[in-house]
């Protein structure tokens, strides 16, 4: 998956991308098997109108929850996973990096569609590459160039 794209999936299949300031959402939902991704690279557009949805936190993550609440609406029948949002490039600001800013974002929407996060591998100044197997809710995240590690909840 690129930067600004969003997969939902409907049918068992592996979903793969790679992260740095961008952050990437996986959902699950553990009732159905449905689950999507996202990888975005900013917090919100300057404006929604016209934007394209797949770059922005607000509006990537958004669509995908809304796109399985249809099938499903009930939140605690979802799990979360998010990766990324590190400080790949260094500035002389004292702002938040970008990744910290797409990290934080992530966690508000999700927080407010009462969705349990149930793994974060964010930050650092290393990109991640992660995989998500949507049969399994199983996703292995490695930092890039190493061996990663596999997550399966419980």
């Known amino acids: 998956m690129l930067p600004g794209e969003y997969h939902i ?35 919100h557009p300057a404006s929604e109108t016209g934007c394209d949805i797949g770059k922005y936190a607000t509006t990537a993550t958004e669509y995908i929850i809304n796109a399985l609440m249809k099938l499903d609406p009930v939140p605690s029948h979802y799990r979360a996973q998010i990766f990324g949002g590190a400080a790949v490039i260094k500035t002389a600001s004292d702002k938040a990096s970008i990744g910290k800013v797409n990290s934080d974002t992530a966690r508000k929407i999700l927080a407010n569609h009462r969705i349990r996060i149930i793994r974060e591998e964010v930050g650092g100044t290393r990109g991640r590459r992660v995989r998500f197997d949507t049969s399994t809710n199983s996703i292995f995240c490695r930092f890039a160039g190493q061996v990663g590690k596999k997550y399966r909840e419980p």
């Open 9 to 43: 999936s409907k049918q068992p299949e592996v979903v793969e991308t790679l992260v740095g300031s961008c952050v990437a959402v996986c959902l699950y939902n553990k009732k159905t098997g449905h689950a999507a991704m996202n990888h975005f690279l900013q917090d």
